[in-house]
């Protein structure tokens, strides 16, 4: 078996190990998994890595008898700067696809010790965030968690009702108990997202600036979309006590000063896509005039009810109804309190010539890897409401 076959079943071997432990997590946290069930996902864990263990043995005999010889030069020197490091990166980018890249020597490892491929820089992953917003990433509204770990818990603590003291001046009363605090616990676990694009040869051409450029737009178009899904995965599960229809400025009203509680108040916002901002913007008030009003500290943005107003694009936020009669999405609240993102930080790219039916098609498949988790955290924080038409607000009747 030729260096990079043996080099590609070592690495998909590796990630086979990965989803098997992440079965194993994911097990660990469901209560109604059995003990025998748990036992063969074990059993699969670690028969994953003995396949794993024996294609690098593989791999690293195939070294020693030479048909990777010309891999074996010495690491390069580890960058120290912004630019050296973009430059390592290019130059191991490129060697991934002319199959000159080592897997041995450069590949990073996970914590489990197995291969993610080719690690993005840190410098580049700031640029893909800041592209991002420009694709209209839901991440950025709410509240974004990094972590070091697969898997861990936070605390939440719930707003239960309180009651007051009780007077106690008799003095054969007893003290109660004082109000606990309610709270659960909320686990998350990362999970590995990833996409395929093909490549070919021509990019080695382009100068290194193209390069990471080329990278860059693709990883935030990438993530973008699959984070914009899982957010919304996550907000679609609210109860349905958080969620309702509206049909004119009074039901909006209520919802904000009903519904949401009072701590929100400043820091809730309404989310909506481009046709129900459509619609919204041509809502009058009672003086004739249109609702949404400019935003004075930002001139791009509009105010309903001194609120402000996020608008994203159709294609991450769908309408729902028919296209006859379609019904506009409208989140109201602090989408920041209502769900967490845990960021594991660790965006990875990986090639091959071989596998994935480019051997079959003479080409290069390069796979990115998102790894995160997302978790609806106070379900009270935001309301999802929707709505066809918003009535103008009537005239003010005049005194006779």
Known sequence: MKYEELKNTWITAGQKVSDAQNALQLALVDDEVSAETLKELKAKVEATKAKRDLAKEQLDEAEKEGVAQARQNLPTPIPNTAEAIKEQFVKDFKDMLTGTYSATLTTKLDENGNGVGLTIPQDIQT?????????????????????????????????????????????????????????????????????????????????????????????????????NAKILAALDGLPASQKTTVTNVDDIKNVVNVKLDPALQTTAFYLTNQSGFNELDKVKDAFGHYLLQPNPQNATQKLLLSKPVVVISDKFLKNGGTASKPTYPLFIGDLKEAVKLFDREQMSLLMTNVGAGAFEKDQTKIRAIDRFDVRLWDEEAVVFTTFTKIDDEKPATQAS
Do not use: M
Request: hydrophobic share 35%.
């Open 127 to 227: 640029a893909v965030n800041k592209l991002k917003r420009q694709f209209d990433a839901l991440e950025q509204y709410v509240d974004v968690i990094p972590v070091s770990n697969l898997s861990g818990t936070r605390v939440i603590e719930k707003l239960s009702e309180i009651t007051p003291f009780k007077n106690i001046d008799d003095e054969e009363d007893t003290i109660n108990d004082v109000d606990e605090p309610s709270a659960y616990i909320l686990k998350y676990l990362i999970q590995r997202y990833a996409g395929i694009s093909t490549i070919t040869n021509t990019l080695l051409k382009e100068s290194s600036e193209k390069i990471i450029e080329w990278v860059t737009d693709w990883l935030a178009k990438k993530s973008t979309a699959t984070r």
